[in-house]
Structure formats: structure tokens, C-alpha cells
């Protein structure tokens, strides 16, 4: 039972404490971790231990499936370049930084190995936080995408980094040229396995009609892979990233209207839960960093972490803008890809903050001396760089002028009236069809065209004075219309043309047109439609 009451008390925090975060207007991750500070100091509470097994078994597997399936392929693609600077290179310079400086400050317990192994700890960012700002505030789409693109990624190579690392302190030796043969054969590995698993399970999605097994499946998935790839000793992150993204191309095809309407509902509230969870954790952590600090000179962990807070945030700059322009510096390479704005690369430096893998992987150290220390130090940098960073980057956004660059907005125009145009035309077809009725194609005629105008009144095209949608006698008829339609193969009719407005989106995000983002937006609409159709 007390197990039982801290986990729905944890889960009123995070409900509490979310719905805090929007009235004051905060990212949510950075309330969650302030709110659970506070409750860790309330005394007579009990103290709620997060283990290295719970966040890497329990919460990583489904955020980073989340994650890659709403990673537009077509963008990811188009940065991959700066995604793996940073996901790659970034982690390595980070490590190679935060050792040196680590090492400096305190020769003593912070050994090479051991200093090796806290730079592995804090080398991966933790994105939620940027993004519920870019949510909130919006952000050039390909600055969204390098960030989301690159924690996607940098986890698995701070994780297989900091496992060498904890080897090398184990055995007291440490060789780059296995570290490279073995990173890369864990890293492809994982790529392999996480396509193979995706594909497989989409087979069987295909096969099954029932949406709370598709939805149970979807969820159990990424917990597969991953123990899969622990198992093989294999890069679990990279394997569900992997097969996130495959899922999520795939999601069109693969599940059913009914089926992808209850999915989304059901992963926003488990993604929110679990976010929630992480930081509110995060926050609790703070009686078992306390209690390491009562064996140590306090004053001088203090300067530790702040030397070591500072190596992070300064590293991630001194790598971020020569990762960024010097690649360009042949002219065949700034043809296809120009010199982006000094502003956004500002954004990409500053937007480093860590979260809860650093802190688990922290904690997981049972092993080493210097344990305690190196807790602190990683708590004061999550601290740190969620408050700090967290709550500077909408003020730095304004002051920068970096907003979103509409994009996204474009693209759903263009994708809303070709699939207008599609329907429109395959109704002309149908027209000629002798199991089709006159009354049903007047009154799809006069829909679509509805539609087009109401597409280009929201997007600008078109004043709403010009557009005749308020008028409810207008409405009134039509519905009396649809009604009188629906007994004359209406429902088949409609059918029809949602397949051709489906069958033109996924050709337009298959060509790149229009990008994943845009797709599963205008495929809810389509969803809806189709499930409302399916109850009348």
C-alpha cells in the first residue's frame, strides 16, 4: 500500500504541478523539478528513490519511441549532417571537456577514469524541456528539428560512452580503438534491430482489426526492443529511436482511422504521465545528494560543480559555431545549404539542457569513490542548466527576434487544397458512376467547395466576408440535404473521396513535400471524419 500511495500522490503532483506551470507560464519541465525540490524538503514524507532501472526499463523505452514517431523523416534527412555533429561530436568534445576540467579541480578523487565517467554523464541534453518552450513561444522548424534530432541520438552515445567509461574505472584500462570498433558495432546493431522489429510489428498491425490490442501492442513494442537490445548488448536507444521513426512513417497504412484517433489519446496522456514522473523524480533526488554531501567539504563541491556546470554550457558554444559554418566553407556545399543566421546558431548553443538520463546514469554508480561528488555535480548541472537555460531561452528568443518561420503553415496550406482538388476530382469521376445519385454529388460539390473557401479564408487567401459558412439557414439545408443524400450511397460516396484525399497526402509526404508534422495534422482531420462517417 505505501508504494501504491506514492505513486498516486506522485501523480497529483504532476497534474498539480502541470496545471501551475501553465497558469504562471513556465515550461512545465522546469515547475516539475522546482515542485519536486520542494516536496523532497517537506519533512515526514518518504523519501522516493529513483533507480537506474526504472528510468532506462520503465520511462526511456516509450519517450524516445514517442519521440521518433512524430520525427519528420524528410527533415531528419536534410539535418542529418548538424544532427550528428552534435549527437556525435558534440558528446565527445563535451566528454573530452568536462574530464579536463573535472580533473583539474580535483586530481584527487576525480581520477582520469572517473573524470571520463562524469563527462559521459553529462554529455546528452534532454529536449523535452526545449520543446515545450518551442511549443509554446515556436522556433525556425529546422532549429526544432536539429535539437529534437540530436537527443534523440546524443542518448545513445552518452550511454555506450559512459558504459566504457564505467568499464575503464572497473578494469583500470581504457582503449580508443576497441571503444570505436565496439560504439559502432552497438550503434549499427541497434539500427538493424530496432528496422527489423518495426517491420515485423507493422506486419502484424496490418493483420489485426481491434484497436485495443493495436494500442496495447504499440505500447509493449518499445519495450521489446529495447530489452532486446540490452540482451544483444546493442544500443537500446538507437533500436526504438529507429523503429519510432519506421513506425511512424508507417502509421498511415498501417492503422485504421479508429484505431489512430485512440493511439494519440492514449500515448499524449502515457507521454505526459511519464514526463511528468521524470522531473517531478528529478526534483525528489535531492535528500540523497544532501545526505553525500554531509561526507564532503561542501564549499569545494560547490566549486567543482560550478567549473563543471560552466565546461558544459561554454563547451557546447565552442563546438556549436565551427560545427556549424566551417562544413560550409566550399562553395558546393553553401549552394545546397547556406550559412543559417547567427541568431539561430545562438538558440542551437544556449538550448543544452540536461535531465533525467544523466541523473540515473549518476546514480547507477555504486562502484566508484568519488560517487558522492560526482552526484552533486550532476544534479547542480541539471539544475543549472533546466533552470537556467530553461527559463532565459523564451527571453532569449524574443531579445534574438527568432520566431517561428511558418514554414509548417505553408505546407498544410498546400497540403489542405490539393487534397481538396483530389477530392473534387475523383468526384467528378464518380459522377459518372450508375450506383452514384445526383442529389449526393450537388451536395458534395457545394461541401468541397465550402471547404476550399474555408482553407483559404484561414490561411489568408480569402476575407471571411467573401466566404457564405456563417450562414446557418445555409447549413440547415445542407444537412437536411446529407441527410436525404445519405440514403443514396452518400456513406460510400464520402468514403471515396476521404481515400483520395488520403492516398494525395501520403504521396505529397512520400515526395517531401509536405513533412510528417503536416501529414498527422491533416490526417486527424481526415481520421475524424472518417470515424464520424462510420457512426452516423
Known amino acids: 500500500?505505501?508504494?501504491?500511495?506514492?505513486?498516486?500522490?506522485?501523480?497529483?503532483?504532476?497534474?498539480?504541478?502541470?496545471?501551475?506551470?501553465?497558469?504562471?507560464?513556465?515550461?512545465?519541465?522546469?515547475?516539475?523539478?522546482?515542485?519536486?525540490?520542494?516536496?523532497?524538503?517537506?519533512?515526514?514524507?518518504?523519501?522516493?528513490?529513483?533507480?537506474?532501472?526504472?528510468?532506462?526499463?520503465?520511462?526511456?523505452?516509450?519517450?524516445?519511441?514517442?519521440?521518433?514517431?512524430?520525427t519528420s523523416l524528410r527533415d531528419f534527412r536534410a539535418n542529418l549532417r548538424p544532427i550528428g555533429l552534435l549527437a556525435i561530436g558534440l558528446v565527445v568534445f563535451t566528454v573530452v571537456c568536462v574530464t579536463g576540467v573535472a580533473h583539474m579541480m580535483e586530481p584527487g578523487q576525480l581520477s582520469w577514469a572517473a573524470a571520463f565517467t562524469l563527462g559521459a554523464i553529462l554529455a546528452p541534453t534532454d529536449?523535452?524541456?526545449?520543446?515545450?518552450?518551442?511549443?509554446?513561444?515556436?522556433?525556425?522548424?529546422?532549429?526544432?528539428?536539429?535539437?529534437?534530432?540530436?537527443?534523440?541520438?546524443?542518448?545513445?552515445?552518452?550511454?555506450?560512452?559512459?558504459?566504457?567509461?564505467?568499464?575503464?574505472?572497473?578494469?583500470?584500462?581504457?582503449?580508443?580503438?576497441?571503444?570505436?570498433?565496439?560504439?559502432?558495432?552497438?550503434?549499427?546493431?541497434?539500427?538493424?534491430?530496432?528496422?527489423?522489429?518495426?517491420?515485423?510489428?507493422?506486419?502484424?498491425?496490418?493483420r489485426i482489426e481491434d484497436p485495443p490490442i493495436e494500442i496495447t501492442l504499440s505500447v509493449l513494442v518499445p519495450y521489446a526492443i529495447y530489452l532486446g537490445a540490452q540482451q544483444l548488448h546493442l544500443s537500446g536507444v538507437l533500436a526504438v529511436a529507429v523503429a519510432g521513426i519506421y513506425a511512424g512513417w508507417r502509421s498511415p497504412e498501417t492503422f485504421s482511422a479508429t484505431t489512430r484517433i485512440q493511439a494519440m489519446a492514449v500515448w499524449n496522456v502515457l507521454i505526459f504521465v511519464l514526463n511528468g514522473l521524470v522531473f517531478v523524480l528529478i526534483g525528489l533526488q535531492l535528500p540523497a545528494v544532501l545526505q553525500g554531501l554531509a561526507h564532503g567539504p561542501v564549499v569545494r563541491?560547490?566549486?567543482?560543480?560550478?567549473?563543471?556546470?560552466?565546461?558544459?554550457?561554454?563547451?557546447?558554444?565552442?563546438?556549436?559555431f565551427p560545427a556549424t559554418y566551417l562544413p560550409r566553407l566550399p562553395m558546393w556545399v553553401r549552394r545546397k545549404d547556406p550559412y543559417p543566421g547567427w541568431r539561430n546558431v545562438v538558440i542551437v548553443s544556449w538550448t543544452g539542457m540536461r535531465g533525467v538520463v544523466s541523473l540515473a546514469a549518476a546514480l547507477s554508480l555504486t562502484a566508484i569513490a568519488a560517487r558522492n561528488l560526482m552526484l552533486f555535480v550532476t544534479f547542480s548541472v541539471i539544475l543549472v542548466t533546466l533552470v537556467l537555460q530553461g527559463l532565459t531561452l523564451p527571453f532569449l528568443l524574443?531579445?534574438?527576434?527568432?520566431?517561428?518561420?511558418?514554414?509548417a503553415v505553408e505546407e498544410e496550406l498546400e497540403a489542405r487544397t490539393r487534397t481538396v482538388d483530389a477530392a473534387i476530382e475523383r468526384l467528378e469521376l464518380l459522377a459518372e458512376e450508375e450506383w452514384t445519385r445526383a442529389e449526393a454529388i450537388a451536395y458534395m460539390r457545394r461541401?468541397?467547395?465550402?471547404?476550399?473557401?474555408?482553407?483559404?479564408?484561414?490561411?489568408?487567401?480569402?476575407?471571411?466576408?467573401?466566404?457564405?459558412?456563417?450562414?446557418?439557414?445555409?447549413?440547415?439545408?445542407?444537412?437536411?440535404?446529407?441527410?436525404?443524400?445519405?440514403?443514396?450511397?452518400?456513406?460510400?460516396?464520402?468514403?471515396e473521396l476521404i481515400s483520395a484525399e488520403r492516398t494525395t497526402l501520403v504521396r505529397m509526404r512520400n515526395a517531401g513535400t509536405i513533412g510528417d508534422e503536416v501529414l498527422h495534422r491533416v490526417e486527424r482531420d481526415l481520421d475524424l471524419e472518417e470515424v464520424q462517417l462510420s457512426q452516423d
Open 127 to 206: 529536449a523535452v524541456a526545449a520543446s515545450a518552450i518551442f511549443g509554446r513561444l515556436g522556433a525556425p522548424r529546422r532549429v526544432v528539428t536539429v535539437l529534437e534530432g540530436e537527443s534523440l541520438l546524443n542518448d545513445a552515445t552518452g550511454l555506450i560512452a559512459f558504459n566504457f567509461a564505467v568499464l575503464a574505472v572497473a578494469s583500470g584500462r581504457f582503449s580508443p580503438l576497441d571503444a570505436g570498433g565496439q560504439f559502432l558495432i552497438s550503434g549499427v546493431g541497434g539500427v538493424v534491430l530496432g528496422l527489423v522489429v518495426a517491420w515485423l510489428f507493422n506486419q502484424v498491425q496490418k
Open 447 to 495: 461541401y468541397y467547395g465550402k471547404r476550399r473557401k474555408k482553407v483559404d479564408v484561414r490561411f489568408g487567401r480569402l476575407d471571411h466576408e467573401h466566404t457564405p459558412d456563417g450562414h446557418q439557414h445555409e447549413d440547415g439545408e445542407d444537412h437536411l440535404e446529407a441527410h436525404r443524400a445519405q440514403q443514396d450511397g452518400w456513406r460510400r460516396l464520402r468514403q
Open 398 to 407: 524574443r531579445w534574438l527576434g527568432v520566431a517561428d518561420d511558418g514554414a
Open 1 to 70: 500500500m505505501p508504494a501504491v500511495a506514492t505513486v498516486l500522490g506522485l501523480l497529483v503532483a504532476v497534474a498539480f504541478l502541470a496545471f501551475v506551470a501553465r497558469r504562471i507560464h513556465v515550461p512545465y519541465p522546469i515547475v516539475l523539478v522546482v515542485g519536486g525540490l520542494a516536496i523532497a524538503l517537506v519533512p515526514g514524507l518518504p523519501y522516493v528513490q529513483l533507480e537506474q532501472d526504472v528510468v532506462f526499463l520503465v520511462f526511456l523505452p516509450p519517450l524516445i519511441y514517442s519521440a521518433g514517431w512524430f
Open 301 to 320: 563541491y560547490l566549486e567543482i560543480a560550478a567549473a563543471v556546470c560552466a565546461a558544459v554550457i561554454v563547451a557546447r558554444f565552442l563546438w556549436v
